[in-house]
């Protein structure tokens, strides 16, 4: 009795300028891998009515929690139909630059906030005015503080059940806002488990006809704003201190670069309230939440962990993030010469660290 599966194909499309996450069914028979296969790409802002065919190439496939059973969900990339990566593609650049730095073995977790809506207002805020201020909410419990929690408790079961890598969820400070974390995995992995993460907490929210949003600012005034830090740790910065100091300076050099490409309305976040940095500064330091980069107050006393960039909107890519992080921080610890982070302490038996540190730089 040959069965079939249903295999929900989801992409990333070409809106600007924040792309949408699109999805649609295949029927696949039971013991076959999800094939190849293409969309209408002058639906998507991917290609003109003219010449319309895009490719979907599967990348990241996992069981679906939501269909249950067999079915699958598979996040796919978008190719040309000469099988080269589509403009909309991110994941193509980010997996390159994963490879070219494989050595330092970059790893990610990335805190996901967003914003619950129920028509044109936040879940759970009054039909006119504004709930009471901030400062009750983060990490509240009862019914005159929290908002959607049992959306959120779905949203966790199905992305363990998918295999995700969720870290850890919370309310956050304005009502109605939640985080949820990915992480700690490498590039570009860390793209595909967020980018199928979103893809679910919007798909179970639909079914509480709730809207979940990224919007990195979705009520102005003196209410947070959402965002994605992204903690992030190399092989040498889980080992000593140094180079998770050089990373948060490297990061300086580029300031201008990273903040274009974190996501769009940055400066509506970034104003240096609501324990953001200013977008227009750069700053670093040890548990400091109006940083640009905070390295946490664990890390300082064991000498040694991660550091977070508390830049990244809601609405990032996570492909896009991944890739300049590990661009920037791993091509300014080859400049120095890898050997640094070898030749520091006890380290004469990482010989072979060394070499293949120094082997990358070419
Ligand atoms: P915060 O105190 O900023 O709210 P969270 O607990 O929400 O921090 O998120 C911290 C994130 O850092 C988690 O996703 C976790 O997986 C990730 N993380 C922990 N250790 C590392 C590491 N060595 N490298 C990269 N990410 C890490
Ligand atoms: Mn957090
Ligand atoms: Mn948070
Ligand atoms: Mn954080």
Redesign the pocket.
């Known amino acids: 009795m040959a069965g079939f599966y249903k295999a929900e194909y989801i992409w990333i499309d070409g809106t600007e300028p924040t792309a949408k996450l699109r999805s649609k069914t295949k029927i696949v028979p039971e013991g076959q891998a999800p094939p190849i296969w293409g969309f209408d790409g002058s639906s998507t802002n991917q290609a003109p009515g003219s010449n319309s065919d895009c490719v979907l190439q599967p990348v990241f496939v996992c069981p679906d929690p939501i269909r249950g059973g067999k079915h699958k969900l598979v996040l796919n990339e978008v190719l040309l139909t000469d099988m080269t990566p589509h403009k909309s593609n991110t994941r193509a650049a980010c997996a390159e630059t994963a490879k070219k730095y494989a050595s330092f073995d970059m790893?990610?977790?990335?805190?996901q906030e967003y914003t619950f809506f129920e028509g044109s207002k936040p879940l759970g805020w009054p039909d006119n005015g504004f709930p009471a201020p901030q400062g009750p909410y983060y990490c509240g419990v009862g019914a005159d503080e929290v908002f959607g929690r049992e959306i959120v408790e779905a949203h966790t079961d199905a992305c363990l059940a998918a295999g995700l890598a969720i870290?850890?969820t919370?309310g956050e400070v304005m009502p109605g806002q939640w985080?949820f974390?990915?992480?700690?995995i490498g590039p570009p992995a860390i793209g595909d488990h967020m980018w199928v993460a979103r893809w679910l907490l919007y798909r179970i929210a639909e079914d509480f006809g709730v809207n979940a949003t990224l919007d990195p600012k979705p009520v102005r005034g003196d209410w947070n704003g959402a965002g994605a830090?992204t903690?992030?740790?190399t092989k040498q910065?889980?080992a000593s201190y140094e180079p998770c100091v050089e990373a948060a300076k490297a990061l300086g050099t580029k300031a201008k670069l990273h903040i274009e490409n974190y996501g769009h309305g940055i400066e509506g976040r970034l104003t240096g309230q609501h324990e953001t940095a200013s977008y227009k500064t750069f700053s670093y330091g040890v548990s400091d939440r109006g940083a640009s980069v905070?390295i946490?107050w664990q890390v300082a006393r064991d000498k040694k962990?991660?550091i977070?960039d508390r830049r990244p909107n809601a609405n990032m890519d996570p492909y896009v993030v991944a890739r300049l992080i590990t661009d920037t921080v791993c091509s300014a610890a080859s400049a120095k010469g890898g050997s640094k982070a070898s030749t520091n302490g006890a380290s004469k038996a990482k010989i072979p660290a060394k070499k293949k540190v120094a082997a990358k730089r070419r």
């Open positions: 790893w990610f977790g990335i805190e870290a850890g919370n985080e974390q990915i992480g700690p830090h903690n992030f740790s910065m889980r905070r946490p962990g991660y977070e």
